[in-house]
């Protein structure tokens, strides 16, 4: 059975900075890539981040680059969203998602899901 997990969600300030950790189980992961997307109240849920596991490429949103880091722990089938310089814009619940396909930006795409974790930055 796949799970995701997903944890690290918390209050911060604005211009603060967080990690949040999705650790995944059930099956080889090394060939999937692991996304990161969010979901502000009445709004759509979003890409934030991907990586492809086995080889470390990365894709960010826009509104994102430079500010959040994606990696990955082999070791410990774990990956992270680094969030730093964090804005109100930010809060949102986070949620972790793999899919089988190279690298895809859309939701649709993904297989398995985590059940999120919640960030909220007060300005």
């Known amino acids: 059975q796949v799970q995701l997990v997903e944890s690290g969600g918390e209050l911060v300030q604005a211009g603060g900075s967080l990690r949040l950790s999705c650790v995944a189980s059930?099956?080889?992961?090394?060939?999937?890539?692991m996304g990161w997307f969010r979901q502000a109240p009445g709004k759509e849920r979003e890409f934030v981040a991907a990586?492809?596991?086995?080889?470390?490429?990365?894709d960010y949103a826009g509104s994102v680059k430079g500010r959040f880091t994606i990696s990955r722990d082999n070791t410990k089938n774990t990956v992270y969203l680094q969030m730093n310089s964090l804005k109100p814009e930010d809060t949102a619940e986070y949620y972790c998602a793999a899919t089988s396909t190279w690298f895809t930006r859309d939701s649709r795409g993904y297989d398995y899901w985590g059940q999120g974790t919640q960030v909220t930055v007060s300005s």
């Open positions: 059930g099956r080889t992961f090394t060939t999937y890539t």
């Open positions: 990586i492809r596991w086995s080889l470390g490429y990365t």
